[in-house]
């Protein structure tokens, strides 16, 4: 089945700066790839999506990037405020079956 | 509509004791999933259904656990008996199937065996 692993898990960064987050995927049939905040004590809500036709999305300060040949997506939020501190899962989808979410990521954004 | 409804939010019991987790997919979804969230093992997949029937259920950790989805608009996750370890929170999810859309997310029962 699918595989997602996800790096950093914990990142820390001054606000006002960028945030990165990595995935990577092992089925070359993901089609699919969402990126989720889940604030604490909250359920995990989708920040933005991607699909394998396209290669990068934006939504205001955040982006999404996919590199179909190597498997792996990234997120990247800048000009990061404090509000932007939470767990960040990105998630790889096959047509229409489960998705399957990487390990998440602890991002904190410093006053 | 009012999103992914879960019931109960909270469930403290005693360790064997069985304990039933409930949700109501958003309307017009065919695809439900039940996830657990622990913070040694972040988000798994239980199981997903498709037009009521389950589709996967290999993260079903074991044969106490057992759900059900008798119709579309409610599903069912069960613990007999439940153990400490059980101790999680399970959120329930839908989508519509084949879309590659989005996973809209219930607000999880936090499940505490004691």
Known sequence: GENVEQHPSTLSVQEGDSAVIKCTYSDSASNYF?????????????????????????????????????????????????????VYFCAARVAARQLTFGSGTQLTVLP | DAGVIQSPRHEVTEMGQEVTLRCKP???????????????????????????????????PEDRFSAKMPN??????????????????????????GLGTEAFFGQGTRLTVV
């Open chain 1, 34 to 86: 969402p990126w989720y905040k889940q604030e604490l004590g909250k359920r995990p809500q989708l920040i933005i999506d991607i699909r394998s036709n396209v290669g990068e999305k934006k939504d205001q300060r955040i982006a999404v990037t996919l590199n179909k040949t190597a498997k792996h997506f990234s997120l990247h939020i800048t000009e990061t405020q404090p509000e932007d501190s939470a």
């Open chain 2, 26 to 60: 958003i309307s017009g979804h065919n695809s439900l999933f039940w996830y657990r969230q622990t913070m040694m093992r972040g988000l798994e997949l239980l199981i997903y259904f498709n037009n009521n029937v389950p589709i996967d259920d290999s993260g079903m």
């Open chain 2, 72 to 97: 579309a608009s409610f599903s069912t996750l069960k613990i007999q008996p439940s153990e400490p370890r059980d101790s999680a929170v399970y959120f329930c999810a839908s989508s519509i199937q």
